[in-house]
């Protein structure tokens, strides 16, 4: 089915080309960074993680979130999800795909990443983010792959395909689980040392992911001739609102406990967030951008007249995704290493190359995303599809 990618219009090749492009100026700036390590970047030994990391952490949630789309369908026979679970299986490929080079370009030498399979260490966190993220792209691959070849030959999926979709769904909470056990099993990082950072993970991922789908959902009814449908992306649209409310909700526990306990270590990486401290607040700005926008798409979504409005649902998943993307792909990493342990304040910005490879890591995801959207429409324009 590769061979339907290699067709299409003039402005579907503008669009490769052009992410081939900015793939090429970001892979430049790398072989910059490989030759001269992570000192181009705005990293430093007060604050090891930053954009990189961020990105990593943001997009597991965007591949977990298939599984919303999953549940039902699968599950519970929803079957209006039919049209629009092939794009979230494959917007999860794309997801993980983009995970594992943001740790690739996190590490200052990349080849020893082999060292988690050549050395595994089970009491290591990092080695079951490892293998929860590889087992999860694997099974994406799989399960989309064989489902929409199935679709193509008008026949249902072989059943063996079914233990496969049930293990992803386990599988898919697991690795946003396992992530945020990256941040909550360090105890000198006051602002992650938090039980609910996994339920916070999920929240947050279930209202991102299903936000950035269903704008993509939108743009396939755009440009191509296939129609996920009105209802799935108003059903996803009720999805995203209630996990936003669960999102905001954790992250007012986060408050509560650490003004009303009056922990310093607790209120120190709130102010630096929200309001600056001793002087420094380079993120404040963004940080309260990312709330106006988060209360914004809350106010756009809760209302049925309003969310039944397709523009008027696109602008509040587009705000809801740069909302969160801003608080977990970038505040909540930066706000755990300020101020450090030992109470001084180093700040973080990212530099220009390390944006660029950012840019570059995404334009790889969006190129890949791309291809398998490519594959996936031309089948589902075919009439390859049944209930």
Not at 30 to 37: A, E, K, P, V, W
Not at 104 to 123: A, E, K, S, Y
Not at 205 to 221: E, N
Not at 268 to 282: C, D, N, R
Request: some cysteine.
């Amino acid at each position: 089915m590769l061979e339907k990618a290699l067709i299409g219009s003039k402005r579907y090749w503008l669009w490769i080309g052009a992410l081939l492009v900015v793939i090429g100026i970001a892979f430049i700036q790398y072989l910059h960074q490989f030759s001269y390590g992570l000192g181009i970047t705005g990293l430093s030994r007060d604050v090891s993680w930053g954009l990189y990391i961020g990105q990593f952490t943001f997009l597991v949630g965007v591949a977990a979130s298939a599984v919303m789309l999953v549940i039902p369908y699968y599950l519970h026979d929803f079957k209006k999800f039919g049209k629009i679970v092939i794009l979230g299986e494959f917007l999860a490929v794309s997801a993980v795909t983009m995970c594992v080079l943001f740790i690739f370009v996190d590490m200052g030498q990349p080849m020893r990443i082999m060292n988690v399979v050549l050395h595994p260490t089970p009491n290591s966190i990092m080695f079951w983010d490892f293998i929860v993220l590889t087992g999860y792209l694997v099974l994406n691959i799989v399960i989309g792959w064989t489902t929409l070849g199935a679709d193509r030959k008008g026949v249902h999926p072989p059943q063996w395909v079914k233990p496969l979709i049930y293990l992803s769904v386990p599988w898919a909470v697991s690795i946003h689980t396992v992530t945020a056990f990256l941040y909550a099993g360090i105890p000198g990082r006051h602002f992650w040392l938090t039980a609910i950072m996994a339920a916070r993970f999920l929240a947050s991922a279930f209202a991102g992911g299903p936000a950035l789908l269903i704008i993509l959902s939108l743009l396939v009814r755009k440009l191509t001739k296939f129609d996920p449908g009105a209802e799935p992306i108003q059903a996803l649209g009720k999805i995203v609102t209630y996990a936003m409310f669960a999102n905001v909700f954790f992250l007012g526990l986060e408050f509560f406990t650490a003004f009303y306990s009056n922990i310093p270590g607790h209120m120190a990486p709130i102010e630096y967030l929200y309001t600056g401290f001793e002087g420094h607040g380079k993120l404040v700005s963004i940080m309260w951008t990312s709330s106006i926008l988060a209360v914004l798409s809350l106010t756009l979504l809760v209302f049925p007249a309003l969310r039944r409005n397709e523009n008027i649902l696109a602008v509040a998943c587009v705000s809801m995704f740069v909302s969160l993307w801003i608080d977990k792909g970038f505040g909540l990493i930066v706000g755990g290493f300020v101020p450090n342990m030992f109470e001084g304040i180093t700040e973080y910005w990212p530099t220009v190359p390390e944006t660029i490879i950012t840019i570059g890591v995404w334009a790889i995801g969006f190129l890949v995303l791309t291809v398998l959207y490519k594959v996936a429409v031309a089948v589902r324009e075919e009439g390859g599809y049944h209930d």
